[in-house]
């Protein structure tokens, strides 16, 4: 599913349902996850399963992956990458630093999101164009999506300057595909100045999204110049 998002230069694992809950965890991955609860110890095995097999697929041998003091996974100097985990699905995008600068990648429940949230994770702007998409293509949870989104520039964009990202410091803009309106595209416009990767300064993140299989998912990549 996350797959079809990003470039072919970007490998991708997906497992569905408890395929990969009893993956064996490295001794400094455990002890990040020693007071967990056992659902959350699972996921946390689960998508570190994922990344291990898509690092052999990358001709890489398996490492452990941490965590840094903002959450973001912390990779091999040569890799790229972002995790996702949600109820029964869970994923791992890992690429070579040479063909991709930074990458996010979300997936969310394909349902409303709860009452209030909306008014903090949108700014003004975001929720008008939300209002324009659903009377165009009502039955979508749009406002899902643009968390989705907001969460996949927030893992594109940590990696690369190392700070938080607040939900009002991008603006998104989302655009559906004519011919197949579970798919589409969106532009987050960075409200504050971003990062520089190799001769260009950024000052917006491109992705591409999809519903399907009741999961809403998102992705963005920063390609090399």
């Not at 993956?23 to 002890?31: D, F, G, R, S």
């Not at 938080?164 to 532009?187: M, N, Q």
């Not at 504050?192 to 990767?197: A, N």
Request: charged content about 25%; hydrophobic content about 40%; overall charge negative.
């Amino acid at each position: 599913m996350i797959e079809e998002l990003l470039p072919k230069t970007v490998v991708v694992v997906e497992a569905y349902g408890d395929s990969a809950m009893e993956t064996e965890l490295y001794p400094e991955e455990a002890a990040l996850v020693t007071r967990s609860v056992a659902k959350r110890r699972r996921e946390f095995a689960a998508v570190r399963s994922c990344a291990r097999r898509a690092m052999t697929a990358l001709g890489l041998p398996p490492q452990p992956v941490l965590h840094g003091t903002l959450g973001a996974p912390i990779w091999q100097a040569e890799l790229v990458g972002s995790l996702t985990h949600c109820e029964g699905y869970h994923a791992a995008a890992l690429a070579r630093t040479t063909d991709v600068a930074s990458l996010g990648i979300d997936a969310e429940p394909d349902g409303p999101l709860p009452d209030g949230v909306l008014h903090v994770i949108s700014l003004p702007a975001e929720r008008d164009r939300l209002r324009r998409l659903t009377a165009d293509t009502p039955g979508l949870n749009w406002d899902r999506l643009l968390f989705s989104a907001k969460e996949s520039v927030y893992k594109a964009w940590s990696p690369l300057m190392g700070k938080w990202l607040d939900f009002s410091e991008a603006d998104i803009e989302i655009f559906a595909d004519a011919s197949s309106p579970s798919h589409g595209t969106f532009r987050a416009k960075l409200l504050v100045p971003g990062p520089r990767v190799d001769d260009r300064h950024l000052d917006h993140f491109e992705g591409r999204w999809t519903i399907q299989r009741d999961l809403v998912a998102t992705a963005v990549t920063v390609p090399r110049a």
